[in-house]
């Protein structure tokens, strides 16, 4: 699978970020969150959220 949303927790911060991954390339990521939870629903957020969402280009 090319695209995937990754959680990591950062050892400076000791935070948890949701990010999604092309290719291993990270193309965006979420704030800090205090548990993996936050995380977790970050992500479920974009997925229920993010399709129907309109675009605002400002170019």
């Known amino acids: ?3 995937k949303f990754v959680i990591r ?3 400076k911060s000791d935070e948890y970020r949701a990010y999604f991954e092309y290719n291993g ?3 965006f990521w979420t704030e800090g969150y205090s548990s993996k939870s ?3 629903n970050a992500i479920e957020s ?3 959220n993010g399709p ?3 675009v605002d280009d400002q170019s």
Do not use: V
């Open 1 to 3: 699978m090319a695209h």
């Open 9 to 11: 927790k950062s050892d």
């Open 25 to 27: 390339e990270k193309i």
């Open 38 to 40: 936050g995380a977790q």
């Open 46 to 48: 974009i997925k229920s």
């Open 52 to 54: 129907g969402a309109p």
